[in-house]
């Protein structure tokens, strides 16, 4: 099997799985009891919480756990904009953003909040715009750090450094970038990942806010971790993602630059074919190549890789069923380039060998499906 998904998700690193196994046979006690068991379960959520902080730098946060990036996008927007209805109801964002953005925003949408969409430049955001767009009456700005589908990279200590001037708060979905590359989180009001992406376990996210920030919870309940996110803490899930963290970010820049020969050397393979046409700019992190296949089905061609083993993807796994790449289609401008894109998604796992093998099976595939 030669996997080439790591945007979608990423295999787990096993030191990671022997942790939360032994945390799980370890430490049976629930965080919140106040007997022995409980403080020494209590304990080391603190130390894994405190790694995190230590691992991101962060200086006046607050780390609340969550079963992933979506909800903590959930509760980022909504959490915030309910919290503070009084400072405004309107929202900035782009069209470049995961769909569990667009869930919470849609339904404030729906309690009289409105959004703009703030333009772009060859898929970066256009700060000229931004700075047009922001009002009095703005109360929350949502941009992604990284594109899941292109992988471009946003300049996010710019935008927020213009929005520490303006009454509004900055959100920032960091899925696709915490574990790959380092980006100050310090200057951002709320940042969202999920452990998954980094090679920890399915069902843990973290949102990083402002110590002095207060959200309006979307779980109501008991006694946990933090006020804003009721229910047992998931003790063997917050040990692991520490642990997947400060294993992702070991030797971060070695592994950037292995992943970023492996892209150029894609690059330099793929370019050749006629009707192929590289979607994944300068500005994009090397873990993703978005490339459209023109005259052939996205989904068809990815079957036909599948055949040989070989596994990417279309657009996000969780993108709406929408022929149209929106992602591809803001970098590109063309609307047959965003219908025909299909991303491969590189990891620091990844080897030439495995390369090599997709570009063989790619040309067989070319050939089948686009020359008659």
């Given at each position: ?118 333009k772009t430049k060859d898929g970066l955001v256009d700060m000229e715009d931004l700075e047009r767009l922001v009002t009095d009456d703005t109360v929350l700005v949502s941009i ?11 300049n996010i200590s710019e935008i927020a450094k213009f929005l520490k001037t303006k009454k509004c708060y900055f959100h920032v979905d960091m899925t696709q970038s915490v574990g ?193």
């Amino acid at each position: 099997m030669i996997y080439l998904d790591y945007s979608a998700t990423t295999p787990v690193n096993k030191e990671v799985l022997d942790t939360f196994t032994k945390v799980s046979l370890d430490f049976p006690g629930n965080p919140n009891s106040l007997h022995k068991l409980g403080v020494e379960a209590k304990k080391l959520i603190d130390s894994a919480t405190n790694q995190i902080i230590e691992l991101l730098n962060l200086k006046d946060k607050e780390i609340i756990y969550t079963s992933g990036s979506s909800e903590s996008n959930n509760l980022a927007i909504k959490g915030l904009c309910l919290k503070h209805q009084g400072m405004g109801k309107h929202i900035i964002t782009t069209n470049l953003e995961h769909s569990s953005i667009y869930g919470p925003i849609g339904y404030l949408q729906k309690q009289g909040y409105e959004v703009d969409f703030v333009k772009t430049k060859d898929g970066l955001v256009d700060m000229e715009d931004l700075e047009r767009l922001v009002t009095d009456d703005t109360v929350l700005v949502s941009i992604a750090s990284v594109n899941s589908e292109t992988g471009m990279l946003q300049n996010i200590s710019e935008i927020a450094k213009f929005l520490k001037t303006k009454k509004c708060y900055f959100h920032v979905d960091m899925t696709q970038s915490v574990g790959k590359i380092n980006i100050d989180m310090n200057d951002i009001d709320l940042v969202s990942f999920s452990g998954h992406k980094f090679y920890g376990l399915k069902g843990i996210g973290v949102l990083v806010k402002n110590s002095d920030l207060t959200l309006e919870p979307l779980i109501h309940g008991g006694k946990s971790t933090t006020v804003y996110r009721s229910g047992t803490p998931a003790l063997p899930l917050i040990v692991s993602i520490s642990k997947a963290l400060r294993l992702a970010l070991t030797d971060l820049d070695l592994k950037y630059e292995k992943i970023q020969e492996l892209k150029d050397y894609l690059i330099e393979n793929l370019e050749k074919y006629e009707n192929v046409r590289i979607n994944s700019k300068e500005h994009s992190l090397p873990h993703v190549l978005n490339i459209s296949v023109m005259h052939a089905k996205p989904e068809t061609f990815q079957h036909a890789l599948e055949e040989y083993d070989i596994y990417i993807s279309t657009q996000s796994a969780c993108s709406a069923n929408n022929p149209v790449s929106k992602a591809v289609l803001e970098v590109t401008n063309d609307e047959e380039t965003a219908k025909h894109s299909i991303r491969i998604s590189l990891s620091y796992l990844t080897t030439k060998e495995e390369l090599d093998k997709f570009l063989d099976a790619f040309d067989k595939c070319y050939n089948k499906l686009l020359i008659k």
